[in-house]
T-cell receptor
Framework: NAGVTQTPKFQVLKTGQSMTLQCAQDMNHNSMYWYRQDPGMGLRLIYYSASEGTTDKGEVPNGYNVSRLNKREFSLRLESAAPSQTSVYFC????????????FGQGTRLTVV | GNSVTQMEGPVTLSEEAFLTINCTYTATGYPSLFWYVQYPGEGLQLLLKATKADDKGSNKGFEATYRKETTSFHLEKGSVQVSDSAVYFCALKTGFQKLVFGTGTRLLVSP
């Protein structure tokens, strides 16, 4: 049972380059999330998708776009990377019910130079 | 809106000491409450949860009780080990709303 799979695990970008972080879950969950975690800080929500075809901005959406390609996949795109986007990115998924927990991927460590 | 407040860290303890990490929340409706743990270099994983008032979640010697009257969900462990060193996140979820996390509390346990 793979759970939530993120690719890549590590990435180094130059300022201005673009890239897409991929996330897929095999638990038939409705909701998916993208978070970023900076050193010494908690999680900050970038975007949230309550169900296939819907996306909502979180706390820190600027500089990012997302696509909920289907129920399984939720990608995060950086159109023009900036050093301030150096962070660890986590994807998560959960069932829509209020009593169910979220499952997290292992993270993507992104460095923008 | 919904929010979670956790105590500032780091919390530094010696092995076998008693642990409490405070968590309080503000929510509309009747939230479910969660504690997640993040070990170094890893993603978050669920530690325990409680879905209604007075429920006690427990796992790996950790416990937390859902206290509606004080809007709290404090994490406790009677005797911590070095292997418990990690970052702990309190979180809540209501109905069809998204998960809301606290800022996390780092626990450091020394031998």
């Amino acid at each position: 049972n793979a759970g939530v799979t993120q690719t890549p695990k590590f990435q180094v970008l130059k300022t201005g380059q673009s890239m897409t972080l991929q996330c897929a879950q095999d638990m038939n969950h409705n909701s998916m999330y993208w978070y970023r975690q900076d050193p010494g800080m908690g999680l900050r929500l970038i975007y949230y998708s309550a169900s296939e075809g819907t996306t909502d901005k979180g706390e820190v959406p600027n500089g990012y776009n997302v696509s909920r390609l289907n129920k399984r996949e939720f990608s995060l795109r950086l159109e023009s990377a900036a050093p301030s986007q150096t962070s660890v990115y986590f994807c998560a998924s959960s069932d829509y019910r209020g009593d169910t927990e979220a499952f997290f991927g292992q993270g993507t460590r992104l460095t923008v130079v | 809106g919904n929010s979670v407040t956790q105590m500032e860290g780091p919390v530094t303890l010696s092995e076998e000491a008693f642990l409490t990490i405070n968590c309080t929340y503000t929510a509309t409706g009747y939230p479910s409450l969660f504690w997640y743990v993040q070990y170094p270099g890893e993603g978050l994983q669920l530690l325990l949860k409680a879905t209604k008032a007075d429920d006690k979640g427990s796992n790996k010697g950790f416990e937390a009780t859902y206290r509606k009257e004080t809007t709290s969900f404090h994490l406790e462990k009677g005797s911590v080990q070095v292997s418990d060193s990690a970052v702990y996140f309190c979180a809540l979820k209501t109905g069809f709303q998204k998960l809301v996390f606290g800022t996390g509390t780092r626990l450091l346990v020394s031998p």
